[in-house]
């Protein structure tokens, strides 16, 4: 199994960037797949996270309207779209994945998946 994130970089507050993770190795068809990301001295955090068994996808508070999840299964990529970024956006960004036993995607992106990317850092100017 294989996750590569891709697309960080240095963004105005305000600005907006695509993130991609592409996958090998296994099905979105019976894997979740997730969007995570730790800021500097903070403990990871789940970001959205799309579920195998229903096509739901399951955004974190902070930023419902203003992040979405996508996923294109003939390139096994999914991918995050952030807009109206402010500095608390700030972080590495992680793909996951993990074998989808429980419903919905609020699990994976609560207890964290099997296996995971390298990252890719957002930083994003004030």
């Known amino acids: 199994v294989r996750l590569v994130e891709s697309g960080g970089g240095l963004v105005q507050a305000g600005g907006s960037l695509k993130l991609s993770c592409t996958t090998s190795g296994f099905s979105f068809r019976d894997h979740a797949v997730g969007w995570f990301r730790q800021a500097p001295a903070k403990d990871r955090e789940g970001v959205s996270c799309l579920a195998a068994n229903d096509g739901s996808t399951w955004y974190t508070k902070s930023v419902k309207d203003r992040f979405i999840m996508t996923s294109d299964d003939a390139k096994n990529t999914v991918y995050l779209q952030l807009d109206k970024l402010s500095p608390d956006d700030r972080a590495v960004y992680f793909c996951?994945?993990?074998?989808?036993?429980?419903?919905?995607?609020?699990?994976?992106?609560?207890?964290?998946?099997?296996?995971w990317g390298k990252g890719t850092l957002v930083t994003v100017s004030s």
């Open positions: 996951g994945a993990a074998p989808q036993v429980y419903n919905g995607g609020y699990y994976y992106c609560t207890y964290g998946m099997q296996y």
